[in-house]
């Protein structure tokens, strides 16, 4: 008899400052608006059952379920966003960290989004135009590969922090991780959070465009 497919699930590490963000509420919302939610381990490590999902999808952790990702007149949590613009099935690798939250701000701004949360948020998660995700990963790359590289992670070239292997063991991507600072910024028309920002240890921020025609 044919065999069936093996049903999508998604596997990944919620981790920042080089760690993991234990317990983190994790919420994952396909193009349809369907939303499903799980809680990370101690570890960070998540599973979530993604048959019927329809990529792609946008998916955010939070340090407190139902925490604050978007007003600054409230106590702000940690926010961390990731996409997956494509579902296979079986195992699908989806971490979330300070790298892809930064992805994800590059594709919200693309798409005229006021930053990563609100296009994670979004009542059903639009077409990510496979141009724009590639360009967020190129300058992703022109920024970082280097570290990446020296840290130890192979081919930087086709890096991407959603998929590449990641452990919390102080090496690859998370000695990267560690030595970053990640926060958002602040819309001013809306009140609302914006875009992620990245900085080194001395909080200097880490910004596009990357490369060597650069200004």
């Known amino acids: 008899c044919a065999h069936l497919p093996a049903p999508p699930l998604l596997r990944g590490m919620v981790a920042v400052d080089g760690g993991p963000l234990a317990r ?33 999808l946008a998916i955010a952790a939070t340090r ?7 007003y600054h007149h409230l106590p702000r949590s940690t ?4 996409l997956v613009p494509t579902l296979a099935a079986g195992d699908n690798r989806a971490h979330i960290n300070p790298l892809t939250d930064w992805v994800v701000s590059e594709v919200a701004t693309a798409l005229h989004f006021t930053g990563p949360q609100q296009l994670a948020e979004a009542a059903h998660i639009p077409a990510i135009p496979a141009p724009v995700y590639a360009q967020a990963l190129v300058q992703l790359r022109a920024g970082f590969g280097a570290a990446l590289a020296h840290a130890g992670v192979a ?7 959603v998929t ?3 452990q919390a063991d102080g090496k690859g991507v998370n000695a990267v991780l560690a030595v970053l600072n990640h926060t958002r910024g ?17 909080w200097r921020p880490i910004a596009p465009p990357f490369g060597p025609t650069a200004n």
Not at 79 to 82: G, M, N, Q, R
Not at 155 to 161: E, I, Q, S, V
């Open 186 to 202: 602040y819309d001013n028309a809306s009140g609302e959070a914006s875009g992620a920002i990245l900085t080194d240890t001395a």
């Open 64 to 70: 407190e379920r139902h925490g604050n990702c978007r």
């Open 79 to 82: 926010c961390l966003t990731a």
């Open 24 to 56: 983190a509420h994790v919420s994952v919302r396909d193009s349809q608006g369907t939303q499903r939610v799980v809680q990370a381990d101690t570890q960070g490590h998540y599973t979530l059952d993604a048959a019927g999902l329809v990529a792609p």
């Open 155 to 161: 081919d930087t070239g086709h890096f991407d922090p």
């Open 164 to 166: 590449s292997d990641m």
